[in-house]
C-alpha cells in the first residue's frame, strides 16, 4: 500500500518554527516529486512548496519565500518542512502528496495524498 504520512503540526506562537515530516511507505520517494499543501477553513487547498525528484529543485509560492524550505532525505523515505517565523495566516491542516518526477501546481496532479497534519499558529 502506497502510503504518506505527515508529522510535526501543532500549536505554535507567532514568528514560532515548525518542522514538518512526510514519510512515505510502499514505495521510495526517489522518483516522486513531493508537494506541500495547506487548507485553511472555509478555504480552498493551496500549494506552498513542492521538490522534484530528479535534481531536487524546489518551488515555493510567493508568501512562502524566504520563510519555508523543502528538503528531503531519500535514505529515509522523507520529505521535509521547515516553516520560521510563522504567522496566523499559516494555519490550516498541511499535506503532502506525491507524483512522478516533477512539481505541478495543480493538486489534482498528485497521486499519493497523505492525510495532513494540523499547524495553528497563536498571536
Known amino acids: 500500500q502506497l502510503q504518506l504520512v505527515e508529522s510535526g503540526g501543532g500549536l505554535v506562537q507567532l514568528g514560532g518554527s515548525l518542522r514538518l515530516s512526510c514519510a512515505a511507505s510502499g514505495f521510495t520517494l526517489d522518483y516522486y516529486a513531493v508537494g506541500w499543501f495547506r487548507q485553511a477553513p472555509g478555504k480552498e487547498r493551496e500549494g506552498v512548496s513542492c521538490?522534484?525528484?530528479?535534481?531536487?529543485?524546489?518551488y515555493y509560492g510567493d508568501s512562502e519565500k524566504g520563510r519555508f524550505t523543502i528538503s528531503r532525505d531519500n535514505a529515509k523515505n522523507t520529505v521535509y518542512l521547515q516553516i520560521n517565523s510563522l504567522k496566523p495566516e499559516d494555519t490550516a491542516v498541511y499535506y503532502c502528496?506525491?507524483?512522478?518526477?516533477?512539481?505541478?501546481?495543480?493538486?489534482?496532479?498528485?497521486?499519493?495524498w497523505g492525510q495532513g497534519t494540523q499547524v495553528t499558529v497563536s498571536s
Open positions: 502528496a506525491a507524483r512522478s518526477y516533477v512539481c505541478y501546481v495543480i493538486a489534482n496532479e498528485y497521486d499519493i
Open positions: 521538490i522534484s525528484s530528479r535534481d531536487d529543485k524546489t
